[in-house]
C-alpha cells in the first residue's frame, strides 16, 4: 500500500531563516510520481512541484529546493531566506505511474509559521 | 470553465439529512477526483474518476456515501444519512488525466458541517 509520512506538524522560524519540510513515501512501485503542494491561509491547495522516480536530480526554483532521495525513499522541501508569504500548510503525495489517471495519496502535512 | 468550481461553498445540515456537493472540473479535465479534509488533517482520498466511470472507489468510508459523473464533466458527491463526523471540507479537483503525472487543480472546497 502506498504510504505518505509528513513527521513535523508544525513549524516556525524567523523570516530569512532557512527550513527544511521532510517527506518519507512507502510504495510498492517501481515507478511512480511525488509531488509538493501548498495550501495558503485562503484554503486553495497550490501545485509546487512534481518529480518521476526516475529522476533523482534535485531541483531548485528561486528559494525552493527539492531533494529526492530514492535510498531513504525521501522527498524533502527547502525554503531558502524564508519571507513571511511562505507561511502555509505544505504537503507531499505519492501517484502511481500508469497510463490514465491514478489514485493519489497525501500526507498529513506540516504547518509552517514564518515570524517577522 | 478557468477552474474546477466547487457548490455550495458552505453546508449546514442536521444529522440525519441528505446532502449532494457539486463539482465542476476545468473543462477538458478526463479525471475528477474528490478528496475529504478534516481540521488539521491532509487530504484524505475518496474516489476519482476517469470520464464517467468511477476507476476508484476505495477511499468512500462506507455505503452512506456515494458519487457521480454521467456526462464526464460535472459530478456530484452525495451523503446519506449524514453523521455529525462526516463533517468536513469536501475537495474536488481535476486532471487532465492522461497519466498518473498528471497535476491536480483544486477547487475551493465545500465545508459540510452536521449538526
Known amino acids: 500500500a502506498q504510504k505518505v509520512t509528513q513527521a513535523q506538524t508544525e513549524i516556525s522560524v524567523v523570516e530569512k531563516e532557512d527550513v527544511t519540510l521532510d517527506c518519507v513515501y512507502e510504495?510498492?512501485?517501481?515507478?511512480?510520481?511525488l509531488f509538493w503542494y501548498k495550501q495558503p491561509p485562503s484554503g486553495e491547495l497550490v501545485f509546487l512541484i512534481r518529480r518521476n522516480s526516475f529522476d533523482e536530480q534535485n531541483e531548485i526554483s528561486g528559494r525552493y529546493s527539492w531533494n529526492f532521495q530514492k535510498s531513504t525513499s525521501s522527498f524533502n522541501f527547502t525554503i531558502t531566506a524564508s519571507q513571511v508569504v511562505d507561511s502555509a500548510v505544505y504537503f507531499c503525495?505519492?501517484?502511481?505511474?500508469?497510463?490514465?489517471?491514478?489514485?493519489?495519496?497525501f500526507g498529513s502535512g506540516t504547518r509552517l509559521s514564518i515570524r517577522p | 470553465g478557468a477552474g474546477v468550481s466547487q457548490t455550495p461553498s458552505n453546508k449546514v445540515t442536521e444529522k440525519g439529512k441528505y446532502v449532494e456537493l457539486r463539482c465542476d472540473p476545468i473543462s477538458g479535465h478526463t479525471a475528477l477526483y474528490w478528496y475529504r479534509q478534516s481540521l488539521g488533517q491532509g487530504p484524505e482520498f475518496l474516489i476519482y474518476?476517469?470520464?464517467?466511470?468511477?476507476?476508484?472507489d476505495s477511499g468512500l468510508p462506507n455505503d452512506r456515501f456515494f458519487a457521480v459523473r454521467p456526462e464526464g464533466s460535472v459530478s456530484t458527491l452525495k451523503i446519506q444519512r449524514t453523521e455529525r463526523g462526516d463533517s468536513a471540507v469536501y475537495l474536488c479537483a481535476s486532471s487532465p488525466g492522461s497519466s498518473g503525472a498528471n497535476v491536480l487543480t483544486f477547487g475551493a472546497g465545500s465545508r459540510l458541517t452536521v449538526l
Open positions: 503525495a505519492l501517484s502511481e505511474a500508469r497510463r490514465g489517471a491514478s489514485k493519489i495519496i
Open positions: 474518476f476517469q470520464g464517467t466511470g468511477a476507476a476508484d
Open positions: 510504495t510498492r512501485d517501481t515507478t511512480y510520481y
